[in-house]
């Protein structure tokens, strides 16, 4: 079932994302629970009180503090104490008469607002990744309360609810399915795989995954942020905003407040100690030395100057949300890069056949034919597709279809020709179709080979047969499906690698099918799995250079994308990180620049 159901095979059945600990209900411990008529409405508020709402939660700042906040810091505090310093020489002119000038410290007041109004801004402009994460969440949810189904709004559910689950609905948290037959899960935007995944009775679906094919009950056993998509949500919020034009400008601004104060504290003694000056005409003094010290329109030119820049990529239809990664981009030196969906389209495509009989055009007639025309799930939907003659195709019947059986892992129809011929069409596991074929004996080799072969570049292959005037079934050949690349992917890294940007992958997709894509767009394919960044018996120098010289990662989770991201960070490299789904939201928020 992939690498999630792996991870919860080890042990006894109830670790790695199964486990919560305190926090909430393991799967062992709801399956101990389980209640076919569901929970009733006081054990429901009792563990709604136990584990909290089921929904992602941030904390809220005030945005009254939050734009005060941008009024403390070294520009600001200087610009403060000039201010003040002037305010009070003002003051003390205007009581002795002695031709107060208020212009000085109204214009630093001004300057002072726009800085922090500038800043305050930039932060609001750049928008809330937790915002987006729980955009992905299901809002309602059929839950069985007090022995009857009833539609729940989803943050309303706890550990041990019974929930149904079916197809087109958004798993509203985690759950362990119930008795049943197999279901088929898309799971992209958590994990990055690009195919659904099939789970079986017994196995846990993730909340955000969305129900491809199959209907079950299932019981919850984690919500909110014990959830894996509340993992990934954690990780985002536990990132810090400050990003590395800041830090540069951070740096500036002490030196030349430290500088600064040092010294107008020395023109102050000489004036007034050595030549025995009065005291506010050597504080004007000090003032002007003060102010010419501070770089007031430092952040105003910063960000007025990317302003521009952003207004120029906004003609070439790149929105930027916050203004200092313009700066990041053009010092980036290493590229991380999602695939599914970002390298690649998303979106199964046939490969050329492997015909054992018959040419590709009547593999690929008879696979669709043997396809679901109505309610298609992804692969269903790619073959029936892929026919060049669709009005051929339509002039056909099909008279039975037999679904996917997962005992005998194949779909079977009865079609009708448009010549009033009647025949069988079959597909599924390539070993089981192939044994049904009255050859199999003399095939059996060949179809092994072209299904390893087909299995080390990362693709799934699908096995074709019909009936021939005598009912026996003939094996037509072998049918590859791939996620294949966008269009324009292997021009963008040639282009990104000519400007000094190193591109890594780093997918949750299976290793075999990281290292097909990587040959296909021209990258390298010397390519780990998390297994090597999760080695605890290297060190943190060891595990920085390996996330250097590889060119990609697979089968990551986003924790695991969040530690590659910052490994490089800490190996002292600009890191970019481009990615569209929940996996990605966390590398994507540390990355100094997130695409």
């Known amino acids: 079932m992939g690498q999630n159901q792996k991870l919860l095979d080890e042990g006894d059945g109830d670790e790695g994302l199964a486990t919560r600990q305190d926090k909430s209900g393991s799967v062992t411990e709801m399956s101990a629970q389980f209640n076919p008529d569901g929970l009733s409405d006081p054990e429901a508020a009792r563990l709604l009180q136990k584990y909290g709402y089921n929904e992602i939660t941030e904390e809220k700042k005030s945005p009254f503090l939050q734009f005060l906040s941008y009024f403390i810091g070294p520009i600001p505090f200087l610009m403060e104490a000039a201010t003040l310093i002037s305010f009070i020489v003002w003051i003390y002119n205007t009581v002795e008469k002695r031709d ?50 009833v539609e729940l709004p989803s943050r309303e559910l706890v550990p041990g609810d019974l929930v149904i689950l079916k197809l087109g609905d958004i798993v509203p948290a985690d759950s362990k399915l119930g008795e049943g037959q197999p279901m088929e899960v898309d799971q992209a935007a958590l994990t990055g795989e690009s195919l659904p995944v099939t789970v079986f009775p017994g196995d846990v679906v993730y909340s955000g995954s969305v129900i491809k094919r199959g209907e079950l009950h299932a019981t919850v056993y984690a919500t909110g942020a014990n959830t894996f998509f509340g993992k990934a949500a954690a990780l985002v919020s536990s990132v810090s905003a400050r990003g590395h034009l800041q830090m540069v400008l951070l ?137 060049p003659n669709q009005e051929f195709l339509k002039s056909h019947k099909q008279t039975d279809f037999i679904p996917f059986d997962p005992v005998i892992k194949r779909t079977e129809s009865t079609i009708q020709a448009p010549d009033g011929k009647v025949f069988k069409c079959t597909k599924g596991a390539p070993q089981v179709i192939a044994a049904m074929a009255y050859n199999a004996d003399d095939i059996a080799e060949q179809v092994n080979d072209v299904i390893e072969e087909f299995g080390s570049r990362g693709y799934r292959a699908i096995g074709i047969a019909r009936t021939n005037d005598n009912d026996d079934w003939v094996f037509l050949g072998l049918i590859p499906l791939f996620d294949p690349p966008r269009d324009d992917t292997r021009q963008t890294i040639e282009s990104a690698l000519e ?97």
């Open 499 to 595: 400007l000094g940007v190193e591109v890594k992958m780093i997918t949750g997709d299976h290793l075999t099918i990281a290292k097909e894509t990587s040959r296909r767009l021209g990258m390298g394919t010397n390519i780990y799995t998390t297994e090597m960044i999760t080695d605890t018996s290297k060190s943190e120098a060891q595990l920085m250079e390996l996330a250097e010289t590889a060119d990609g990662f697979a089968q990551v989770f986003p924790e695991h994308k969040f530690q590659i991201v910052e490994l490089l960070q800490k190996k002292g490299h600009l890191t970019g990180m481009t990615g569209d789904g929940v996996n990605d939201a966390p590398a994507l928020k540390k990355a100094d620049v997130g695409i």
């Open 100 to 149: 107060p000038d208020p212009a000085t410290w109204i214009v630093l007041l001004f300057l002072l607002f726009i800085n922090g109004f500038m800043g305050w801004r930039e932060e609001s402009n750049a928008g809330n990744a937790i915002d987006a994460l729980k955009a992905a969440l299901a809002p309602q949810a059929r839950v069985k309360r007090n022995g009857r189904w």
């Open 251 to 387: 740096k500036i601004a002490y030196f030349l407040m430290v500088s600064g104060t040092v010294l107008v504290v020395i023109l102050f003694i000489v004036r007034v100690v050595a030549q025995k000056t009065d005291a506010v005409d050597a504080l004007v003094q000090c003032i002007v030395l003060l102010v010419a010290s501070i770089p007031i329109a430092m952040q105003v030119v910063t960000t007025a100057t990317m302003a521009v820049g952003a207004r120029n990529l906004a003609e070439h239809k790149a929105i930027v949300a916050r203004l200092a990664s313009i700066e990041e981009l053009a010092g980036m030196t290493i590229l991380c890069s999602d695939k599914t969906g970002t390298l690649t389209k998303n979106k199964l495509t046939l490969d050329t056949p492997n015909c054992f009989d018959g040419t590709d055009e009547e593999v690929i007639l008879a696979s669709a034919l043997c396809a679901k025309w109505e309610g298609q799930d992804a692969i269903d939907f790619c073959l029936t597709n892929a026919v």
